[in-house]
């Protein structure tokens, strides 16, 4: 090889070497400055029973054994769960339509509703049980994790006019 060649060879080394590094670096710190954000992952929580900071200020044992109540209810949560898709799949269907018709959409949403309330029905109540099954500590606890939640959801949102 000449000389030429081999500067060229020894250039791409470095460049290929140095990228490795600062790709090592960034996991590195990225990794460290993510550690508190590191917290075991939550389970995935069905979007039919999903009571937004409501539903995940509960702990992982609280959520799974209200999921059970609510079954136990004779809510079935795989065709809860069918349901909205399907939903969803209609509101798209009609918001994309053309020609445009603000019935279908009305309707798809009507529909929604309906369903949405149910379901909102059934989180209140297997809700309420399970917080009537705590003691008040435990109540106490929830309260300031829910608390600490929507300080946390307040905190991110745009004020007033930010949005537009």
């Known amino acids: 090889m000449t000389d030429g060649s081999m500067g060229k060879s020894m250039k791409m080394l470095l460049i290929a070497s140095l990228a490795v590094n600062v790709l090592v670096v960034g996991v590195a710190v990225g990794g460290y400055l993510g550690l508190d954000r590191q917290s075991p992952p939550r389970p995935p929580q069905p979007p039919d029973m999903a009571l937004g ?31 909205l898709r399907q939903d969803m ?33 059934l989180g209140e109540k297997v809700m309420i049980d399970r917080l009537s099954a705590m003691s008040p500590e435990e109540r106490q ?24």
């Open 53 to 83: 900071p409501l539903g995940s200020a509960f702990s992982r044992e609280d959520r799974a054994a209200m999921m059970r109540e609510a079954e136990k209810a004779g809510a079935d949560l795989g065709m809860m769960r069918d349901s």
């Open 89 to 121: 799949q209609a509101l798209l269907a009609a918001l994309t339509a053309e020609p445009w018709d603000p019935d279908r959409v009305k309707q798809s949403l009507a529909e929604m509703r309906v369903r949405t309330e149910r379901r909102a029905e």
């Open 141 to 164: 606890a929830y309260a300031a994790k829910l608390r600490a939640r929507f300080d946390r959801l307040l905190s991110r949102a745009p004020s007033p006019g930010q949005g537009d």
